[in-house]
């Protein structure tokens, strides 16, 4: 079904518009569902002031949940100056916190006539929950609800929602009528997710919109902003790759958002386990390891790599080259382990390993490491796939290289990353206690996840960020 995008009110909620195909159905009702806290309130007041600011339509708050200096002070301190639009004719609050049951009848009267005097397009009623209760019977409120969709609605071409409490054990939205009686319904929710925060929206319903994605991660960091589901972009103008300064402490990951994430980086002469969820990409995960092995050639230093099944070296190499790097930097400071193979073309930056005996290949691996060294007089970044290690050694062995390896890498000064992949749980344990970091990154609702175990931090959404002309990550924390 092709949309009319005229018949489209875009809500100005970040991420929301894609999800919806572009916003509510104009003149529709929509629920907004969910239990306390959930941020339905934000929701609501960004839906109505980006309605008068960006695209011209005035609105109406109805509340019966707070006083009007209670939501003008809220909202200021959001960056949302409503008392302005107020003093401008562009947005009318009316305050329903003490209206009793008697004076139910009042509401729709007065709702009709500020909307019909300022000419409002977009109304708020916060809460329907507790407007119901003004109302001596349930079909009163039933009533209220079919003048609203019929009057409101459709005479005065508005988009009302209609905000319903959902209380904590609850089932049911609202009186049980609402979802009957509304076009849209979006709950919103706030779960735990490894004891930390995880909000998800899910589009319950919305006329005439097909829904690919109807559960999306969201987040309240800045004000509302909904996730789509992760999809890669290209690099439409590509740029050389920009260091990140690293300090006496820290190596940098490469990546300011994830150097935010971590208080500074990954700590000089430490190991870093990435423990990798089911269903996350090559790509995805890339684009935490990317920004890190791109700064160390950027600084000068050089890569000793173990790529993960399913990683080729040609890949790596593309990589780099699309970052900007030449293929004689690559030549000097990159250094790619593969297994011996008769049909493998021989490359500068390729060292080839039996795979029979890794006492043998582990003493290559250490000449390979201290040349590197020398040459560039700098300590070096490892990159182990350790699903690769275990498919040539076998468990017991990959374990006992590894924690040899681990005090390498601190004696040296340099930094080792390990990239697991799902399959390991026993061993994750193990290398957890090892490492000095603790990342994972996983999939829900259609969203990539990074989340620090060590140190432990919020959840992080991942996206890709193009804006530099490189591939790097955006991390958004989940509030």
């Given at each position: 079904m092709v949309l009319n995008p005229h018949n489209r009110v875009p809500t100005g909620i970040s991420g929301l518009d894609e999800v919806i195909g572009g916003g509510f159905p104009r003149g529709s009702m929509i629920v907004l569902a969910g239990n306390p806290g959930t941020g339905k309130t934000i929701f609501s007041a960004l839906f109505l002031y980006n309605g008068i600011v960006n695209y011209g339509e005035r609105g109406i708050y109805v509340s019966f949940a707070e006083s009007r200096e209670t939501f003008l002070s809220n909202t200021y301190n959001m960056g949302l100056d409503f008392e302005k639009l107020e003093k401008e004719g562009k947005?009318?609050?009316?305050?329903?916190?003490?209206?009793?049951?008697?004076?139910?009848?009042?509401?729709?009267?007065?709702?009709?006539?500020?909307?019909?005097?300022?000419?409002?397009?977009?109304?708020?009623?916060?809460?329907?929950?507790?407007?119901?209760?003004?109302?001596?019977?349930?079909?009163?409120?039933?009533?209220?609800?079919?003048?609203?969709?019929?009057?409101?609605?459709?005479?005065?071409?508005?988009t009302v929602i209609l905000v319903v409490e959902v209380p904590y054990g609850e089932n049911k939205i609202g009186l049980g009528i609402e979802e009957f009686v509304a076009d849209g319904i979006i709950l919103l929710n706030k779960t735990k997710f490894n004891r930390r925060i995880l909000r998800k929206l899910e589009v319950l319903k919305m006329r005439g919109v097909p829904i690919p994605e109807a559960e999306v991660v969201f987040t309240l960091k800045g004000g509302f902003k909904v996730f789509p589901p992760f999809k890669p972009k290209p690099v439409e103008k590509p740029r050389r790759f920009q260091p990140q300064p690293d300090t006496e402490e820290y190596f940098s990951t490469g990546s300011p958002d994830l150097d935010e994430m971590l208080g500074g980086g990954y700590p000089r002469g430490s190991l870093v386990l990435l423990e990798v969820g089911e269903y996350v990409s090559i790509p995805q995960f890339h684009l935490i390891i990317a920004p890190t092995d791109q700064n160390f050639l950027a600084h000068g230093r050089a890569i000793l790599s173990i790529p993960s099944r399913g990683v080729d070296h040609n890949l790596i190499r593309k990589w780099l080259e699309e970052a900007g790097f030449t293929r004689d930097e690559i030549n000097k400071r990159l250094r790619i382990c593969v297994k011996e193979n008769p049909e493998l073309k021989p490359e500068p930056y390729l060292v080839t390993f039996r795979g029979e005996s890794l006492a043998e290949d582990y003493a290559k691996y250490l000449e390979v490491e201290q040349k590197l060294i020398e040459d560039t007089d700098q300590p070096i970044l490892h990159i182990t796939g350790v699903d690769t290690l275990i498919d040539m050694y076998g468990a017991r062995e990959s374990l006992s290289v590894i924690r040899t390896y681990a005090t390498r890498v601190r004696e040296t000064g340099g930094l080792g990353m390990l990239i697991l992949k799902p399959g390991y749980s026993r061993l994750a344990k193990i290398f957890a206690a090892t490492a000095d970091v603790h990342l994972r990154i996983t999939r829900r609702y259609g969203s990539v996840l990074l989340y620090g175990v060590k140190p432990r931090t919020n959840l992080y959404v991942l996206e890709m960020d193009m804006s530099k002309g490189y591939i790097m990550p955006k991390l958004t924390s989940i509030i």
């Open positions: 947005f009318r609050i009316i305050d329903m916190l003490t209206v009793k049951g008697e004076a139910a009848p009042s509401i729709l009267e007065t709702l009709l006539e500020e909307a019909s005097r300022i000419g409002a397009k977009r109304i708020i009623i916060d809460s329907f929950s507790a407007m119901a209760q003004a109302f001596r019977e349930t079909h009163e409120a039933r009533i209220v609800l079919h003048t609203i969709l019929s009057r409101v609605t459709r005479l005065l071409g508005c």
